[in-house]
């Protein structure tokens, strides 16, 4: 158990929904990640925020948005569903930014797998 | 942005030592080398991290090319447990940016 919780484990919809992913990192931790893993695209990092404010952006589409809240914990926002972002999100914490002591170990929580029909 | 690259698959025997591979050609000098594995149907896992000189814990090792250029995975008694998907990462300090490379996903046969 990394300490990192992510809700629901699965989520079904239809295209053109929105959903939301929600994610608690670890105790202490003040950096979250947001990942997608498909089957053609490998593991894709999508975007990470620090204390709130958001550091560092990749692969991310604009339908998607994030955002962590005071408590720490974070939501992802994946609107206008299509079939294609039918994938397994993760949710990872780490202590602080990456430029701290050359990059923090990430503890990943177990995932939402999310199916669009 | 540097990427690296491994080979798609490999396979070891049980409690045999393990070297997975890893380019990064275009790695910058402020750019940590990480490892993560992902067993089925789990989140990754931290594995181990090291800039230049190589590096040990209590999971595995990992050497460091003297250019930096490649780097291995040692695995030093492979284990059934050991099959997964091993990503190798760069972590680009200076940009907060994680790129995962394609992963090699090693068997380990009884």
């Known amino acids: 158990d990394s300490g990192v919780t992510q809700t629901p484990k699965h989520l079904i919809t239809a295209t053109g929904q929105r959903v939301t992913l929600r994610c608690s990192p670890r105790?202490?931790?003040?950096?979250v990640y947001w990942y997608q893993q498909s089957l053609d695209q490998g593991l894709q990092f999508l975007i990470q925020?620090?204390?709130?404010?958001?550091?560092a952006k990749g692969n991310i589409l604009e339908r998607f948005s994030a955002q962590q809240f005071p408590d720490l914990h974070s939501e992802l926002n994946l609107s206008s569903l299509e079939l294609g972002d039918s994938a397994l999100y993760f949710c990872?914490?780490?202590?602080?930014?990456?430029?701290?002591?050359?990059?923090?170990?990430?503890?990943f929580g177990p995932g939402t797998r999310l199916t669009v029909l | 942005d540097a990427k690296t690259t491994q080979p798609n698959s490999m396979e070891s025997n049980e409690e045999e030592p393990v070297h997975l591979p890893c380019n990064h050609s275009t790695i910058s000098g402020t750019d940590y080398i990480h490892w993560y594995r992902q067993l089925p149907s789990q989140g990754p896992e931290y594995v181990i991290h090291g800039l230049t000189s190589n590096v040990n814990n209590r999971m595995a090792s990992l050497a460091i090319a003297e250019d930096r250029k490649s780097s291995t995975l040692i695995l030093h008694r492979a284990t059934l447990r050991d099959a997964a998907v091993y990503y190798c990462?760069?972590?680009?300090?200076?940009?907060?940016?994680?790129?995962f490379g394609p992963g090699t996903s090693l068997s380990v046969i009884p």
């Open positions: 105790s202490g931790d003040l950096s």
């Open positions: 990872a914490s780490s202590l602080g930014v990456q430029r701290q002591k050359g990059g923090n170990e990430q503890f």
């Open positions: 990462i760069l972590i680009k300090t200076s940009y907060d940016k994680v790129i």
């Open positions: 925020y620090y204390n709130g404010e958001e550091r």
